[in-house]
């Protein structure tokens, strides 16, 4: 009901503001038997984690995750995995500026209008901080799913106006690794650049930028996915709407597909191995997915992020009293959210699709 | 589990598919004492049901609903209340011809692989059929808001490449008689004509296009939604996501965010009224939500249609035993599913809405 | 939220009042490929039907029941399977008498302060008259059970003060067969014709009593259940406890268990054919479930139902206006209310074991 | 899916092996602005911590809870409330003659079955180390609901055949002074020295005998519960079931209302006050519950326990090969385990009662 949890069979739920003790996560429903691999973890947190790079926000957090429960001798036991990642660097007097004051395009006022309290130092619970979280359970979801043929890979592909072209025919494993040779993590090394330049110049004029992250996942079987309301893409739609800053979503054709024929739309069937159980089509506009069933192909979404309210310029606002008044931006925030979201969007793709997997073999199997 | 429910408090769960007897649907939690008015929800039904005008499909359905239980001397009684509608029209003749074929872009596939079974006259459960049972229920979940002063509407915003302008400061009383006076359900007389125009050639060519709808609700009191996965427009875009052959959703600035600055999407609180209940923004790049909760002002979205996948021309297809075959569309179908899809995307909008409403009862009342 | 749904993966919702026009149930998550044969569901409602004997309430209704979705070409497709049971025999008039007036230990002065509002005429929804829903659904989940093995058999073991002795080693199919050559449902014929002999007595004397059904559940694999709230016995209990008039439930050992001493009480494991796959133990205080989860030993359990609450006596109430008055029970009742109640048992223990079984292929198939 | 949570509104997911690094519990849906006070939190978890007395086991725990999150300045915030309670004194050591042994009725053998692997130093998840978890969470709803002027008491009123008289009409207040002047927590001071001379007499013959808690609950309002599967009772039944090594469960008249008659066992409605908002019963064979749904009167129910498991005699056991062998308890273990559970039926009882309470907030405010 508070909304705190996703999934069914393997269901996250998270804790945690941004200035208290901790952040966490307990992952109920994973299946047993798969080993740990904390390093693999880690990694994942270090992609999203801030710092990084001198286009993300300075704030200083190792993002050092430590597991408390659910894993015995290096394997899940199929009790809850709780994981806990301790706040570090906490600062909270940057934020005693803005106790009184609701800043533009926070979530400061509704906040405060639904619970009548909030944490004033920082987002609260309403800050990305809390995604770290989800990137920690992603992580096992991905191992999981790794183990059983399926990829998911994500990257920048448009920052401001600046649009990456399409990927090629590379594999994934190729993909991340021209994706992780620049900050911005863009699969084009020249679109890259230009990203890096830019966000930079944003940076400088104490402004941000938005972005969008393109995904693509392999090796899904067909048959994921429920019918009527918890269509594939409607989860997944879900699952990216629910990361902080999003916009939009679309699947397959998304957007451009409204105003196409259906003649040129319809993705149709072929044969070529004369494989029944390898089924392809000609074309994806479907995005792999078919009445909100996978249906084998690569399945293909985009998400688009607006940029970050913080900015270091002066703006008008009303504070908690109703009067109007003015903010500036202190603290460290980021210029432009994408690069750090690459690992939180592949962290919540796996989470939806290693709970319908798992969903399904409760049809599949009975 | 198998997704045919939507909903937490309000929470409605569907049945039936496109040839059988009936299509229902459940409403439980539906709050007690509100009046039942029979003549409004045919009135909601009629404006989604098939062979209401020549860019339609001629299948001809009455959508009659009765309802079954949960209203006692005319109003509800907070017990399930079941409606029924049955299926008149079924014809299961026209379905013959592709009982061993896929249909490209449909789910025969899918369906076939997840379950090992199909109904296949006609798309069964994956039919847009399944959604007249969504607008009965979100009838009774607007006639509810209403009496809270929650207006919604949606209307057909672009048919192909073809857009309307933004809608000026009309009310949505007007807006609606506005849209009510052309078969296609768009706000702006003289584009409405010009789509109409493009369906008939479409139809006549034998092809189906595809559309976008636009949507706001106004009257929302600040306060809805959940903080991190139940976000309202995350909700907002699972229940646009799981109508049939929407590939896309985006609220407030949307896609084009992404390539706008912080200084300028920044949407500045101002309280004119000088009345701390009744704080505004400027601007409304957030789409009257922020931070997953809505914030007083019109929430807007809009939803991105596929073309429909049935066409009346030749298409190479795979049939059940995996053999390449061909296919031509028979049967009586939508060249443009759009101007019917409006009454859906306002149900599932109110379902949300509604839904949210009752939950954020248990947070402020508490 | 509003509790008219049972189950995760098997889950059914159920709707409708006794004097309403139907009741009805939607199973959401049947397993595909299940051969429905409506002659046994029929006959399993004919056990709970009213009228089948002197000791039952005299209503006449047929229970005639329609699948209206769900099925196709006699197997269950996956998709939602909807019944619908018309009411026939409503007689309204006979409550007439009650409209103003809390009927002692019925729901009335209970839903109308909580509603506001209910509907008169009977028990609306708090009538036993919804578990014929239960047990058409329970027919789905025994004929599925059924083709894994397991089989659930529930009879009266007990009587006002009249208890049967304990069932010796007879089998499932013989049992049944017993029990049903007595219309009380009890598998012991003497006992049977004691309990018959006293129901009649308290029938004529206006009153009603009290009794206990005994289950066993034989063939249910070791697995079943998850450790920590939704262990398997906590599951039934709930189950049973939710049947109209329900005041206890034990399993195993129960209430005797807490006089007992751990080292009487201990069931010892033994491996008599030296199949690791088939460990037993020596006795079964522990009911088939420990910690939880089945391990392989027969389920049994006991639950108690109160005497029916409408008698043919006057007693003292309120109305609703507050004022004390006198009511005189009309209309047509059981004088004991459990050998209709076996049926309910048996379908609603069947309903919590296919739930787990499905729920247990994502645990054990991952 | 995996049951390791519980409610709805007031939702509860705990974690945590009794020999891993901690144990937990996340609130998520605690209402916000509530006063948290840890000095009660603690008290509520030392009366079920071990080592507190001769009659428990000497494991020693000071089971020293932290906030991580959902509090700020004193108050919740409405957002996940997370605690956590080290384990301190593992003493793994203890258990490593038990890691390839199956111990009689423990959950060793159906963990092993169900997951293919366990934690195998004590019973890890199912151990009643997981409930103290709950006991903390217990005590914040127990906070919230004295708020609401309702409160919950229960006691030990039965140890092996040792039975406590009914309580008479003392206060909450008076009764919880008097249950906890003795060791074993009884209300009845006389009883209480029987029953622990009885106990201590067990412990020195290395055995365990079962009990039972009796519960009332004063100041519920009319209105809370849900008329179908999720009546109050069926809640509460479900909540004492889920507590380790609860056998049996029954409410107001119980098994003994089995063999009583209608006309004794009606509760007679009365109006003393002439106010319409407290009509009430002359006796409570109903438990404060009619149809689901609480009606003003005391809430009362039972809860029996079986003997602890663990006994330092020497059982025939079989081993994870499937070879018969012997087994002899080591470790520390309760004599009896109802001493310390009074605590925990509390916690449940309020867990659930907040839950329902929460919940109509949305039929009543709607």
Redesign the interface.
Known sequence: ??????G??F?I?????SH?????V?I??C???IEIDLEYIQSELDKRKPGQSKITTQRKESDTVKI???V?EG????????M?IPNEDQRSKDYSHIQDK?R????D???Q???????YRG????SAR?TATRVAAGAIAKAYLSKHGIEIFAHVS?V??IEAPNLGDLSIKELVTIREQNIVRCADPATANQMITFIDA?RKDG??????ISTVVKGVP??L???????L???L??AM??INAV?????????S???????E???????PD???KA?K?LTN???G????????MDINFRV????????M?A????DT????TQIVGKGRHDPCVVPRAVAIVEAMAALVIVDHF?????????
């Open positions: 009901m508070a909304g705190n949890s996703f069914q069979v269901r739920t998270t804790f945690g503001e208290g003790e901790a952040i966490g307990i109920d429903g299946p047993p038997n408390l429960s659910g015995f394997k899940t036991t199929g009790t809850p995995l709780a806990l609701y533009p395009s926070h979530a006022y509704t906040y209008t639904k619970y009548g309290i909030r944490d987002g609260g619970r309403s809390e448009s401001g106006t944003v402004d941000t930028v938005g972005g969008i067909a048959g996915g429920e019918p009527v309301f918890d269509r893409h409607a989860d739609g879900k709407l629910s916009h939009g979503f679309e699947y397959g054709s998304g957007f597909g409204a105003s196409m024929r259906g003649s739309h319809n993705d149709i069937f072929v044969n004369r494989n029944i089924i089509t506009f479907s995005g997915i078919q009445g909100g069933i996978s249906n084998g688009a992020f607006k940029p970050v309210a913080t900015i310029k703006q008008n606002t009303v009293s109703g009067e109007e798992l969903r399904n073999l409760s049809v599949s199997g009975s």
